[in-house]
């Protein structure tokens, strides 16, 4: 068992940055890949970012490439996004989740959620 808390979320102004922090406590954080996805008022959640259990690959939608980071630190057991020149499109409430394979990028490849953060950007 896994359980995850994100933090960070909160208002922005478009243009800005802001850094998400997800922390892992119960099973090894290490033998996990660990992923953020984000969900919008009345859209399905999509995939935003993952990283592997070593931190050594990463991948990224296309809507968040080169804006978006995903970087983690198994000694502290958090992952992170940094999120940069942020747009209201981005608002939405973002999720980490621990999946078990390589880079998942399905939200059924990942059996632990953690209950969101809502990240806002205004105009």
């Known amino acids: 068992q896994v359980q995850l808390v994100e933090s960070g979320g909160g208002l922005v102004q478009a243009g800005g940055s802001q850094r998400l922090s997800c922390a892992a406590s119960g099973r090894a954080f290490s033998s996990y890949a660990m992923g953020w996805f984000r969900q919008a008022p009345g859209k399905e959640r999509e995939f935003a970012a993952v990283?592997?259990?070593?931190?050594?690959?990463?991948y990224y939608a296309d809507s968040v490439l080169g804006r978006f980071t995903i970087s983690r630190d198994n000694a502290k057991n958090t992952v992170y996004l940094q999120m940069n020149s942020l747009k209201p499109e981005d608002t939405a409430v973002y999720y980490c989740?621990?999946?078990?394979?390589?880079?998942?990028?399905?939200?059924?490849?990942?059996?632990?959620w953690g209950q969101g953060t809502q990240v806002t950007v205004s105009s």
């Open positions: 989740a621990a999946g078990g394979a390589l880079l998942p990028i399905r939200t059924s490849e990942y059996a632990y």
């Open positions: 990283i592997t259990r070593s931190g050594d690959g990463t």
